[in-house]
């Protein structure tokens, strides 16, 4: 499959990080380059999906962001300086450099989801920790089934589908809650950029 060649509505895009530090022995160090942590490295720590009300997660596991309400932006932000110039009518402008995105997901909130236990997916966050995170745009929905579905496998999970992929290292930094009154619960998930962000990449395993 290529990158997404059609006009159309990311609707099932999807935030995933892994719980696999192992797999290619991941670190911070590593995915600040993709001479020493390659497209390859990061997929291979998404394989298999751990639901989100169930503990445990190593070796290719991760676990995905659900009830997603509001998607960020996604890509480097531009940081443009104005430079006076002097005896001119306007200011000249040059690239400073970018600061890293705010990364906030808004999502309807699901309480049974969000277990503090050891393991569960509540526990990642707040901790200073840092994860291997996969940002994909999706049209549409991948055809394969079960815990493999959104997982980076060859010939299936998001190979069935054209998507485009981003990775960084990144922490859970912090959950508010925002009680409603006439709608659904929601949250805001904040996650912190750790490194730079890798990508777009194809997903070309077919």
Same mark, same amino acid.
């Given at each position: 499959?290529?990158?997404?060649?059609?006009? =159309?509505?990311?609707?099932?895009?999807?935030?995933?990080?892994?719980?696999?530090?192992? /797999?290619?022995?991941?670190?911070? !160090?590593?995915?600040?380059?993709?001479?020493?942590?390659?497209?390859?490295?990061?997929?291979?720590?998404?394989?298999?999906?751990? $639901?989100?009300?169930?503990? =445990?997660?190593?070796?290719?596991?991760?676990?995905?962001?659900?009830?997603?309400?509001?998607?960020?932006?996604?890509?480097?932000?531009?940081?443009?300086?104005?430079?006076?110039?002097?005896?001119?009518?306007?200011?000249?402008?040059?690239?400073?450099? $970018?600061?890293?995105?705010?990364?906030?997901? /808004?999502?309807? #909130?699901?309480?049974?989801?969000?277990? @503090?236990?050891?393991?569960?997916?509540?526990?990642?966050?707040?901790?200073?920790?840092?994860?291997?995170?996969?940002?994909?745009?999706?049209?549409?929905?991948?055809?394969?089934?079960?815990?493999?579905?959104?997982?980076?496998? /060859?010939?299936?999970?998001?190979? @069935?589908?054209?998507?485009?992929?981003?990775?960084?290292?990144?922490?859970?930094? $912090?959950?508010?809650?925002?009680?409603?009154?006439?709608?659904?619960?929601?949250?805001?998930?904040?996650?912190?950029?750790?490194?730079?962000?890798?990508?777009? #990449?194809?997903? !070309?395993?077919?």
């Amino acid at each position: 499959m290529t990158h997404i060649n059609t006009i =159309g509505v990311g609707l099932y895009s999807d935030v995933a990080y892994s719980t696999d530090l192992t /797999t290619g022995a991941w670190t911070l !160090d590593k995915a600040q380059s993709l001479t020493t942590f390659t497209e390859a490295n990061w997929k291979a720590l998404f394989q298999t999906e751990v $639901a989100v009300n169930v503990a =445990g997660g190593i070796t290719g596991k991760f676990r995905r962001i659900t009830n997603i309400r509001e998607m960020p932006q996604m890509g480097t932000p531009p940081n443009i300086v104005n430079v006076p110039n002097y005896g001119g009518k306007v200011s000249k402008q040059i690239q400073g450099q $970018a600061d890293s995105p705010t990364f906030e997901i /808004t999502m309807n #909130f699901v309480p049974q989801d969000w277990i @503090t236990s050891a393991n569960y997916l509540g526990e990642y966050v707040g901790k200073s920790s840092a994860w291997p995170f996969r940002f994909t745009l999706l049209n549409a929905d991948p055809t394969t089934s079960g815990a493999t579905k959104y997982a980076s496998l /060859t010939g299936s999970g998001l190979a @069935t589908v054209q998507n485009t992929q981003y990775f960084f290292g990144g922490k859970l930094e $912090a959950l508010q809650i925002n009680p409603q009154l006439t709608d659904s619960n929601t949250a805001i998930l904040t996650i912190s950029l750790q490194t730079e962000l890798w990508g777009p #990449f194809t997903n !070309d395993m077919s």
